[in-house]
């Protein structure tokens, strides 16, 4: 290992974590792990820097996970940025805990390509303490009784905010807020954002409080639109819209910059309001797949916006199942884009995918593709 250069500090600090290093071949592992570091332009003394002598290190386990990011979509880049970044996540004796954390996401429905994100966007703090905040949310959402369905939604779209947030214990939080668990529950799905402000040490603001500036916000943001306040219309958006009225705005005016007028995205919010219950960051995603990999002018949300409460993996496992059939030779309608996503799971396989004898093994091959990245 001298023939890398390595210091003697470091390579005592070395053998005492990792004293294996020492045996036969059994440092190829390291190597490999030295060499991806290396191209990423990590320095040495970075690595020194993280090496913790009460820790033990698998390397074989470091180097399967650093391949992983790999396999999983990172370009260089991207690689290079989470290492550079988010070093220390890899040597605090966490690699266990990472499989741990990407098994977890997975359970709730993410993707590999969300939970990427996840690691890119990293907050500055110990994946520890980020992984014991992840699971206490998860925790405590199930003791205040919330529905496993309303749980995996918030863990796929914000497990960021969930990990950086050190909730209160419920019993505190139930007599600090005057609420039942239903109410909080309630109050959660509309907003999952209200949880950061119910870690520990803040001080907590009476739910009744926070229902009126929230509702007056959405109320706010519904009138701009052109709604007639007190209308009926009022009453069901006010009951559609998920989130603060601030995430709300910023979530219309994302749909404005994609190249709408303000107009034709009142006109897109009236018809289906639930598109405004995504992040940002989802939206943008799934405006990104209708144009670069759809092939649809950004202009075809104007007259389907319900698109965009489809997920990306739907949308294309059903365009690449229709394009298969109509590759093979097989005579079938032309169908629009909402006709060939809007259908029912049933409809869709029963006069499509079961029209062509090869259809149900290619339709599953395609899933298991899709859903897999």
């Known amino acids: 290992m001298r023939n890398w250069g390595l210091s003697q500090s470091f390579m005592i600090k070395l053998v005492v974590c990792s004293p294996y290093l020492l045996i036969g071949e059994v440092n190829a592992d390291f190597i490999k792990v030295l060499e991806i570091l290396r191209k990423q332009g990590v320095e040495i003394s970075r690595i020194e820097e993280h090496l913790s002598e009460k820790s033990s290190y698998d390397w074989s386990k470091l180097l399967s996970l650093l391949n992983l990011f790999g396999h ?9 940025g989470l290492i550079s970044q988010h070093l220390g996540i890899f ?19 993410s993707t590999m390509n969300q939970i990427c994100s996840v690691f890119l966007q990293f907050p500055q703090m110990k994946f520890e303490e980020f992984f014991s905040n992840l699971r206490n949310c998860f925790l405590f959402l199930n003791e205040i009784r919330m529905e496993a369905r309303e749980i995996q939604n918030i863990f796929c779209s914000d497990p960021l905010m969930l990990g950086s947030c050190r909730l209160k214990k419920p019993n505190t939080l139930r007599l ?14 509309e907003n999952p954002q209200v949880l950061k402000k119910w870690v520990m040490g803040s001080k907590v603001e009476r739910l009744q409080n926070l229902i009126l500036k929230s509702r007056m916000l959405k109320t706010k943001f519904l009138l701009d ?12 958006a006010l009951k559609v819209f998920r989130g603060s009225g601030a995430k709300i705005q910023e979530r219309f005016d994302c749909i404005v910059e994609a190249g709408f ?29 209708l144009v670069n990999n759809a092939g649809y002018p950004v202009s075809y949300l104007i007259t389907f916006p319900s698109y965009l409460n489809y997920t990306t993996q739907r949308v294309e496992l059903r365009l690449a199942m229709y394009n298969w059939l109509k590759d093979q030779g097989k005579s079938v309608p032309m169908l629009s884009l909402s006709s060939v996503i809007s259908l029912s799971d049933k409809k869709f396989i ?24």
């Open 91 to 109: 040597f605090e004796d966490s690699v266990d805990r990472i499989y741990l954390l990407i098994g977890f996401l997975l359970k709730f429905g």
């Open 176 to 189: 600090a807020l005057h609420a039942a668990d239903k109410r909080m529950c309630e109050v959660i799905q």
């Open 72 to 80: 999983a979509g990172y370009n260089e880049e991207q690689l290079g």
């Open 225 to 236: 639109l052109g709604i007639v306040d007190d209308s009926n219309e009022m009453g069901k």
């Open 261 to 289: 007028s303000r107009k034709d995205v009142c006109e897109m919010i009236k018809a289906s309001p639930q598109i405004l219950n995504q992040t940002k960051v989802v939206i943008e995603k799934k405006i990104a797949f």
């Open 350 to 373: 029963n006069d499509y995918v079961n029209s062509h004898p090869r259809g149900p093994q290619i339709w599953q091959n395609l899933k298991k593709e899709i859903y897999a990245e």
